[in-house]
């Protein structure tokens, strides 16, 4: 794996759409018991479960500790790929590298600068060492060269078309705990560098109390080009309501970078959920973690799906809502086989199914 000093961009590579070919996906496994509760076996089934969806449709690899390889080898499906790989939690969207791609069958990856959701300023953890690490392995891994890219950022806070346009929030690329030296505009300029596009459609706000300071990966993402789906409630009272009303005001003047305009689809958001006090109590507060207690609004919401080869995994939250939300997805989705699964658990480490996975596009020739 070589680090190269140029970007992307410059040298003919883009980051392909969810939608498109992909090659297989990656996780982490889960284990820290001051955000899983339980010392993290509920969310390690539901990691397992979501491993088990996605295997049906392309290849998983999981990194773990060496440590809790033997209980991560018993629970995950046998055709998960197990890696030795150390990191703080297991956010793999967030963490690992951003796949770009050229059209003479090169696959490269960018490491952007990690900072657990905000540094010394909200961050979640006071720790992140081990996390800005797992990119350049997995890129190593992979057998792919490394872009460094000069931005504090994560996966979950970008979604693209893969035709030049990139969709984002100003509440996460904005915020000051990311980068307090760069302008908006900088911002954009390191987007279009290390994404490979040409348009960023900013929208405001991102999910109600998303503890990652907005990411888009919760309020809205690419359904095809010119095409996405938000997140909504037609609840006035609830906090959502303006944020996904702003949102979708926004997206309706957007031009992508083709000179389209967008069709909105709107996806019922769950709930509004909260943790229950046994699901607190699980949790072991230590000093220095994200404190998480009962009655704790959770940012919920169905658009944290991840997009596989012929398949869709979608996120299962509220047993009233779960119906109505499928049934959207298989509509904007025809042509992909929708697979539910139980998330409650990733949720209530503050994330969701897209969160923890990040897919690794096939390699194109055109
Ligand atoms: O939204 C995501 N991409 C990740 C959520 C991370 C939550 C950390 N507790």
Known sequence: MRTLKSTPAADGFRMPAEFEAQAGCWML???????????????????????????????????VSRARLTEARSMLPAAARLVVLGSDDAWMRDVGPTFVVDTHGQRRGVDWRFNAWGGKCGGLYSSWRRDDRVARRVLALEGADRYRAPLVMEGGAIHVDGEGTCLTTEECLLNPNRNPHLTREQVQRHLCDYLGVSTVIWLGRGVYKDETDG?????????????????WTDDRADPQYDISREALERLQQARDARGRRLQVHKLIQPGPLTMTREEADGIRQ????????????????????????????????????????????????????????????????????HCITQQVPAMQRC
């Open 29 to 63: 496994w889960p284990q820290r018991p001051d955000n899983w509760r339980r010392e993290a076996a509920p969310a390690q089934a539901a990691f397992a479960a979501v491993a088990a969806a996605i295997a049906r449709f392309e290849p998983v690899s999981v990194g």
């Open 215 to 231: 990411h888009i990966d919760e309020l809205c993402c690419f359904v095809r080009p010119g095409e996405v789906l938000l997140t």
């Open 286 to 353: 230590l000093a220095g973690s994200h404190p998480r207690r009962a009655g704790d609004r959770l940012p919920a919401s169905y658009i944290n799906f991840l997009i596989v080869n012929g398949g869709l995994i979608a996120p299962l939250l509220d047993p009233r809502r779960d119906g109505a939300a499928l049934a959207t997805l298989r509509r904007v989705f025809p042509d992909r086989q929708v697979v539910g699964v139980p998330a409650r658990e990733i949720l209530l480490g503050g994330g969701g199914i």
